[in-house]
């Protein structure tokens, strides 16, 4: 779940700042991840973000933003 994240975080980031207009919650999470991990605009270890990713998903951050059922 941490590894989709790390890409759904990149993938939006072209998205949003090519115009597309994500809607609140998704751009919440992207908020979220982009506060423990920098988007990658070059060569680097993965390892880092991959760990704070995967702390951050086992810590919950999202479960707010689930709808209730």
């Known amino acids: 779940v941490a590894l ?8 939006l980031y072209f998205r949003v700042t090519g115009g597309l207009q994500a809607g609140n919650g998704v751009m919440e999470a992207h908020r979220r991840l982009r506060a423990v991990v920098a988007h990658v605009d070059g060569d680097r270890d993965p390892g880092p973000d991959i760990a704070a990713a995967t ?3 086992r810590s919950g ?3 707010d933003l689930l709808p209730s059922v």
């Not at 989709?4 to 993938?11: H, P, V």
């Open 55 to 57: 702390d951050l998903v």
């Open 61 to 63: 951050a999202f479960l």
């Open 4 to 11: 989709e994240l790390l890409c759904a975080g990149q993938g």
